[in-house]
């Protein structure tokens, strides 16, 4: 059996827990603003480690790579984008090594690679065609397959030109199983008007295995948009909410929603019959650990 039919065993069993935020948990050891977080996969390999550590601990079934921005049309903003093979490559590296550290032999913990948007506009309001999109992803798809990740999830995107032919590039390159995810607004579409239904029904179409919404503005708004993208989908669905929008309290950036808020809303999406859950910006360590005993506890 290849790792695509095992994950859709697994799947098919129950829900697979995620992990959560690396870029808050980044900040929390010091990342500043407006500082690539990828580049830490090369300046600070021991903290990334560390962070995928805790939320294996904490209970996650599926890490994700920190490579969301290690495109290279995203580092070339950081002057990065000679980074991109070794940027990729440590961040694979640094989490398999986590893995590979769990003193529990029976338990299996997939990895992910986090694949995000160019963060440019594209043609014909932007300068970036759809030609240079797909070769984009595509380089940095056949490093991350190359080097050994088991799946790929291509989130925060709100742009549907942009995952379709993000998803097109994974689907005519690798055999990976690959999860499309877009971010929603509080009335329900992207920025772009991209609302859960046309989302779906165009991701499935194009091959997506899976399906999600994560980010956004916090848990209760993706319920609303997973109710929604049930009913639409044929395939598995994800969610990775945001642990609300962020504040700021005495200087620092304060994520409202807790570790109990965020359980609640596991065993509502667990009840919706979602089979992928996690965090997006906000959720740590805590949260995913609360929303893994709410999952345990609703299959027991």
Known sequence: MNIKEEIKEQLNKRPL????????????????????????????????????????????????????????????????????????????????????????????????????????ILEPYGPLSLKEVYENYKEQIAI??????????????????????????????????????????????TVYGVDPERAVIALENEGADAVGANCGTGPEVLYKVLKIMKKASKTYLMVEPNAGMPELVKDKVVYPTSPEVMADYTEKFVKLGLNLIGGCCGTTPLHIKAMSAKIKNKLQ
């Open 17 to 120: 827990l995620l992990d959560g935020a690396m870029g808050t948990m980044l900040q929390a050891h010091g990342l500043k603003s407006g500082e690539c977080s990828e580049e830490w996969n090369i300046s600070h390999p021991q903290v990334v480690q560390k962070i995928h550590q805790e939320y294996i601990k904490a209970g996650a079934d599926v890490i994700l790579t920190n490579t969301f921005g290690a495109n290279r049309v995203k580092l070339s903003s950081f002057n990065s984008q000679n980074d991109v093979i070794e940027i990729n490559r440590s961040a694979v590296k640094i989490a398999k090594e986590a893995i590979k550290s769990i003193k529990e032999p029976e338990r299996k913990v997939l990895l992910a690679a986090s694949v995000g948007p160019t963060g440019k």
């Open 144 to 189: 991350l397959e190359k080097i050994g990740v088991d799946l790929i999830i291509l989130e925060t995107f709100y742009d549907l030109e942009e995952i379709k032919t993000a998803l097109k590039a994974v689907k005519e390159n690798t055999d990976l199983m690959v999860i499309a995810s877009m971010t929603f607004d509080k009335n329900l579409k």
